[in-house]
């Protein structure tokens, strides 16, 4: 089974996290941040990823350390759960509708931490979210997965489909990548024999 438990404690933000990338979808989340809790569990279900996360943060504050923090630990148990990633098909991508918001993502399974992040969303909050803290959420998780992550809007004007859409669709994608390939079951996919 490729899993991963990652624990980070920091003055700001005490985090435990379970990833089972071989799972069903099922999710256990709690962030102190409803909208978070929320994106992950479309995330775990649409990647079909076992996942729980509980955290304890600063969000009297606000939930920038939270997104943040949650985001870093993702990515930290993503790399670890893949180990030296042998079998996977490596690169995953996906477009996918939301209703009116119609969002793209590629990733490649690199070795390499690289974001293009493309999402226009109009309003500053949904709910009580900040939706610039999505793209903090994705800077993280990118850097400490150390995966290369295309996330675009393609169409969409409402601030809550293109959010929901994008994790989907990272799910989506992400799941792809992560398969393991007949093909390749026993290599790792690259000609420099390491990832």
């Known amino acids: 089974m490729r899993t991963s438990n990652i624990s980070r404690k920091t003055a700001e933000t005490d985090i435990n996290l379970t990833l089972n990338i071989d799972g069903e979808g099922k999710s256990v989340i709690d962030t102190g941040c409803g909208f978070l809790d929320h994106m992950l569990t479309l995330f775990a279900k649409h990647a079909h990823y076992d996942l729980e996360v509980s955290c304890k943060g600063d969000v009297n504050v606000d939930y920038h350390h939270t997104v943040e923090d949650v985001g870093i630990c993702l990515g930290k148990a993503l790399a670890e759960s893949l180990g030296d990633k ?3 098909v490596r690169y995953g991508n996906i477009i996918l509708p939301m209703d009116e918001a119609l969002i793209l993502v590629a990733i490649d399974i690199s070795g390499r ?4 992040y493309a999402l226009d969303i109009p309003s500053y ?3 009580d979210f900040d939706t610039e803290l999505c793209e903090e959420f994705f800077k993280a998780l990118t850097r400490e997965a150390k995966m290369t992550i295309h996330l675009r809007q393609l169409a969409g004007t409402n601030s809550h489909h293109i959010i929901e859409g994008a994790f989907k669709a990272f799910g989506r994608a992400l799941s792809s990548a992560t398969e393991i390939s007949e093909k390749y079951k026993n290599d790792i996919p690259s000609t420099k024999g390491t990832i």
């Open 113 to 116: 931490d690289y974001l293009g």
């Open 86 to 88: 042998c079998g996977i």
């Open 125 to 127: 909050r949904v709910g």
